[in-house]
Structures are given as C-alpha cells and as structure tokens.
C-alpha cells in the first residue's frame, strides 16, 4: 500500500486563492519531499522537509511537518493557472533515504 | 543540461512481445531509479542502482521485467513478454549522488500492451 495518502484526492479553486494539501503516512521518516506532476510529463521537485524541521517555505510554498501525527501540509499561496497539476508528497523511510515512496496525489485545478 | 531522457516516448505493442524501455541519466549523477505509474497502484518505485550497480529491485513485479545499467549514462527497462496488465507510464529519474536526495525525472514512456 502506498506510504503516503494526500488528501483531498482533487481539489477546485479559483486564481488568487490559497490551496492546502495534506499527507499521511505511515513509518518513521528521513525526510518528506513534495513533487509536482504536470499532465502527461514526469515529476518535478518542490521542496523538501528533513524530520527535524517543523517548517519550510520557498517562494509561494509553504511546508508543514509533525512527526507526532505523520502528517505535513503543503501551501501553496496566491495560486495561478499555472499551478493547476497534481501534487504527491514523497517520504525516505529512516534507514532507506534512497527508496522515496510516493502518495497517491492531489489533483489541483486552479481556474481563471 | 537536456535532463533525463527517456525513449521511447510512446509505445503500443502486442501481448506476448518484447518492450526495452531507455534512459539516459543527468550526466554526473549516480543513482537511476525506475517506476511505474498506474491509475490503480499509483507510482511504484521498481529497482534502483547507484553507480550503475542494481541495489534494491524488490519493486520489481516479476522475473518477466529486467533491467540493466551497463555505465553511467545508460539504462534499459526490459518486459518479456508483455500483458495488458504492464499497461503504465514508465519513468526514469536520476539522482547526483547517495546523499542527495532531489529525484530527476524524465518525461516518461507511456506504454500500452494490447
């Protein structure tokens, strides 16, 4: 089963508006990272967050970890058209930092 | 840099036949990792190798998929013989180094076994 679960499964916004995407998993981790995936190309990397940080930004992303809960949060601030792709969140398990394993993804459509 | 390549980019083929998928790595970078993308299963990792040395293929659903990395700047995915089940996008992403953890990907090949 995947290790991670995003949720929600889709998500509809209009330009401007912020989107918040959850991630669940299930193991202790190295680290979390954030991809994005473009329709019909491969996946991009955003962002990264090690286990013992509770927060990172980069430009218009906003990442949330808590370890406590298995849980982190990407934020992606003023959101554009160009945002529109699906969204997975990525977790190295501690002890296997070269296996990432991948949630099953948010669809984000942001429209005009 | 032209990134990760992969080819072919699409690929329709009949069940029963062979299908060799490639990819070349971001020159100077270690590790390639294979996956496979499916609606149902999602993206699986099937078999990494840093430099050029297979590490982990537990991913890999059965004997009928192989893979090899014959150096640094290629690598080949090979199913025999294809079902209609191997129906997925395939994709390739290398990494520069063991302690580095960003993935490349490449654009991926689409395959369709009929």
């Known amino acids: 089963s995947q290790q991670g679960e995003e949720d929600p499964q889709a998500l509809s916004i209009q330009e401007g508006e912020n989107a918040t995407m959850n991630c669940s998993y299930k193991?202790?981790?190295?680290?979390l990272q954030w991809y994005r995936q473009n329709s019909g190309r491969g996946l991009v990397h955003l962002i990264l967050?090690?286990?013992?940080?509770r927060e990172k930004h980069s430009g218009r992303l906003r990442v949330t970890l808590d370890t406590s809960k298995k849980s982190s949060s990407l934020l992606i601030t003023a959101s554009r058209a160009a945002d529109t792709a699906s969204y997975f969140c990525a977790t190295a398990p501690t002890g296997t930092a070269s296996k990432l394993t991948f949630g099953t993804g948010t669809r984000l459509q942001v429209t005009l | 840099d032209a990134g990760v390549i992969q080819s072919p980019r699409h690929e329709v083929t009949e069940m029963g036949q062979e299908v060799t998928l490639r990819c070349k790595p971001i020159s100077g970078h270690n590790s390639l990792f294979w996956y496979r993308q499916t609606m149902m299963r999602g993206l699986e990792l099937l078999i990494y190798f840093n430099n050029n040395v297979p590490i982990d293929d537990s991913g890999m659903p059965e004997d009928r998929f192989s893979a090899k990395m014959p150096n640094a700047s290629f690598s080949t995915l090979k199913i025999q013989p294809s079902e209609p089940r191997d129906s997925a996008v395939y994709f390739c992403a290398s990494r520069l180094g063991q302690n580095q953890e960003t993935q490349y990907f490449g654009p991926g090949t689409r395959l369709l076994v009929l």
């Open positions: 193991t202790s981790i190295n680290n």
């Open positions: 967050i090690r286990s013992n940080e």
